[in-house]
């Protein structure tokens, strides 16, 4: 596609809920990152793909997370339990090759997730 | 880790000033910084990546530039206009890492 995409654009759920959060990356990008963005506040690193592989979770905030890209493009973010701390703006990222690459960042619009 | 501050976290100009954006980093083997324009509610879009071999980065009215010594970028945005009223924020990737740290950004207000 031309440009990052990612859906829903807004998810409202209540406490205790497990929520999906979708990333189509720029086809062909072999990077894709997941950041969480609270308000006021610059973007969270959650996590890094590089194709299918997971090379680092270490940005994920508790068990809760899960994040997935199992065919090497369209990722998956999962958040079980959903608890009122985890409202914030879901950002996805992606860039053409590894991630020694020299190449710019493209942003999806993020999803905004509000728990009640 | 990058730790990364943005200073001011508010910025407010009329139109036609020169602005001038700080960034500060706090790991000097920094691999790349990139300059990010955020619109509300909207996504990242990059402005301008300059590697840690160069100094500076210049596209149209952006300027962008980095000293490692120094643990310094600083975004210049010349003869600003209404539209360029966002939160702009800079981002600093380590050689030893591949994610990029973020500061907090500066919101900017051009006034008409």
């Known amino acids: 596609g031309a440009g990052v995409s990612q859906s829903p654009r807004y998810k409202v759920a209540k406490r205790g809920q497990d929520v999906a959060l979708r990333c189509d990356p720029i086809s062909g990008h072999v990077s894709l990152f997941w950041y969480q963005q609270a308000l006021g506040q610059g973007p969270e690193f959650l996590t890094y793909f590089q194709n299918e592989a997971q090379l680092d979770k270490s940005g994920l905030p508790s068990d809760r997370f899960f994040a997935e890209r199992p065919e090497g493009s369209v990722s998956t973010l999962k958040i079980q339990r959903t608890q009122q701390e985890d409202s914030a703006v879901y950002l996805c990222?992606?860039?053409?090759?590894?991630?020694?690459?020299?190449?710019?960042?493209?942003f999806g619009s993020g999803t905004q997730l509000s728990v009640l | 880790k990058q730790e990364v501050t943005q200073i001011p976290a508010a910025l407010s100009v009329p139109e036609g000033e020169n602005l001038v954006l700080n960034c500060s980093f706090t790991d000097s083997a920094i691999y790349n910084l990139q300059w990010f324009r955020q619109d509300p509610g909207k996504g990242l879009t990059s402005l301008l990546l300059?590697?840690?071999?160069?100094r500076e980065q210049t596209s149209g009215r952006l300027n962008a530039s980095l000293d490692k010594s120094s643990g310094r970028s600083t975004l210049y945005i010349a003869a600003s206009q209404p539209g360029d009223s966002a939160t702009y924020l800079c981002?600093?990737?380590?050689?030893?890492?591949?994610?990029?740290?973020f500061g907090a950004g500066t919101t900017v207000t051009v006034r008409a």
């Open positions: 990222a992606s860039s053409l090759s590894g991630y020694r690459d020299r190449e710019k960042l493209f």
């Open positions: 300059i590697q840690s071999s160069q």
């Open positions: 981002a600093g990737r380590s050689l030893r890492d591949y994610k990029l740290s």
